[in-house]
C-alpha cells in the first residue's frame, strides 16, 4: 500500500491511498472538515466525512501529472513506469505542482 498526504495551501488537507491495482481511496483529514473555511479540494471531492473510494487513480490527481514530453522526462530521470500515475504523483505532486494542492509521499 502506497500512501500520501494531501495539503491544500500548506494546510493537510487528507489523505490519498493506493491499496492495490484498482483500489484507490482518498478520506479529508478530520481537523480540516472542522474549519468552515476550508474548501472542497476539488468538486469531484465534496468536503465531507466520507471515504470516496475508485478502481482507477481519481481524475483530479490525473490532471496534477505532466504529460508529453515533460512526462517522458520526469519518467526517466525518475525512472518510473509511465503507466504508473500513482508513483508519478507522488514523485512530483509536491514539487512540480500548479496551484493550491500538493501532495507528499508517507514514506513507511
Known amino acids: 500500500m502506497a500512501r500520501a498526504e494531501v495539503y491544500y495551501n500548506e ?3 487528507g489523505c490519498l ?6 483500489d484507490y481511496c482518498f478520506s479529508y ?3 480540516y472538515l472542522l474549519d468552515p473555511g476550508s474548501p472542497s479540494i476539488s468538486l469531484t471531492l465534496p468536503k465531507s466525512g466520507e ?3 475508485s478502481a482507477r487513480l481519481f481524475p483530479f490527481f490525473t490532471g496534477m501529472l ?3 514530453i515533460n512526462k517522458d522526462i520526469q519518467c526517466r530521470l525518475l525512472k518510473i513506469d509511465e503507466q504508473d500515475d500513482f508513483t508519478r504523483l507522488l514523485k512530483t505532486g509536491g514539487t ?3 496551484g493550491a494542492i500538493a501532495i507528499k509521499e508517507i514514506e513507511e
Open 11 to 13: 494546510m493537510l488537507a
Open 17 to 22: 491511498e493506493k491499496r492495490g491495482a484498482a
Open 29 to 31: 483529514d478530520p481537523h
Open 51 to 53: 471515504v470516496f473510494q
Open 66 to 68: 505532466a504529460e508529453g
Open 96 to 98: 512540480d505542482s500548479i
